[in-house]
């Protein structure tokens, strides 16, 4: 790496604790026990640069500061080997040229000028729609959206699990709400998604709201209506009475009394796993395939 500053570890307070670089916790004095190189951005040819997805692995080229924020003031929080493996947390995209990343369980900012990509992380494998694990592939999908907001007319989000920097927030009563991030569904994108209907809407980071309430409650050769007293895991509970109507992922319980279900409940709520009951308005729907 010609013309670039490698980053080395200057100051080690004794043996003992230059035993534990790299594991370290952020305790409130380990600043004072690992010192970085002056890190001069100037002078660094960016490695890395641009966006990742979350969850990307990346490896350090050269001993490199893991620091407690994205500039050259935070301080250090321990130093990493050359050859080190980390992984992309909490955002996609870096701030300026550092990047959100963990490293032996431990979070916090890294140089792009001395990360590499390994790989980006995969997309979990679509729904099987021939029986066997479909449903428990359904609920693993539910699962991972919950935290995530309620996003008026959408449906996307991060199957590797959300933070507080991307979960989304939404204010004010949809329709006319305002929502603030690029992750999270409205009921029916949640169910589309869930769901994988129609059978290419199987990434969920991607952007996408192919059905309202509306489409779900009528028949359709990708679902059908099944009994509230015989709902199984993974079906769904929707209604639309023409004026509004709402759906839901049904994992268990009463289909008549309390369920536990995951939805994108409201702009107040965000998609949650939560027991409720539902009025008679509600019917039962099952994907084909199941």
């Not at 570890?9 to 010192?35: K, Y």
């Not at 002056?38 to 966006?51: F, K, P, Q, R, W």
């Not at 779900?216 to 099944?226: E, H």
């Amino acid at each position: 790496m010609a013309g670039t500053k490698r980053l080395s570890v200057v100051v080690v307070v004794s043996a003992v604790l230059a035993a534990c670089a790299g594991t370290a916790t952020d305790t409130a004095g380990d600043s004072e026990l690992l010192r970085g190189a002056n890190e001069d951005t100037a002078t660094i040819t960016s490695e890395l640069s641009g966006g990742v997805a979350i969850g990307s692995t990346l490896r350090t080229t050269a001993e490199l500061n893991l620091r407690t924020g994205p500039s050259l003031e935070n301080r250090v929080r321990l130093v990493m080997p050359s050859g080190a493996t980390l992984t992309t947390v909490n955002r996609g995209t870096p701030s300026g040229s550092w990047y959100n990343v963990r490293y032996n369980g431990i979070e916090g900012w890294a140089h792009g000028g001395y990360l590499t990509l390994i790989r980006a992380p995969s997309t979990p494998a679509p729904i099987s729609t021939g029986g066997g694990a479909s449903r428990d592939q359904a609920i693993t999908r539910a699962k991972g959206a919950v935290g995530f907001g309620y996003r008026w007319g959408k449906g996307r989000w991060l199957p590797f699990g959300v933070t507080s920097q991307n979960k989304g927030v939404c204010t004010g009563n949809c329709p006319n709400c305002t929502y603030r991030g690029e992750y999270g569904a409205d009921c029916s994108g949640f169910a589309a998604k869930v769901w994988t209907v129609p059978s290419w809407n199987d990434d969920m980071t991607k952007e996408a709201h192919p059905y309202s309430t509306w489409d779900f409650v009528k028949a359709n050769s990708q679902w059908s209506t099944v009994s509230r007293g015989a709902l199984k895991k993974a079906d769904a509970l929707v209604y639309n009475d023409g004026t509004g109507g709402h759906i839901v992922i049904y994992e268990s319980g009463d289909g008549w009394g309390s369920s536990w279900v995951y939805e994108a409940r409201g702009c107040a709520f965000g998609i949650v796993h939560n027991l409720r009951s539902f009025g008679s308005l509600y019917k039962g729907i099952a994907r084909a395939g199941y």
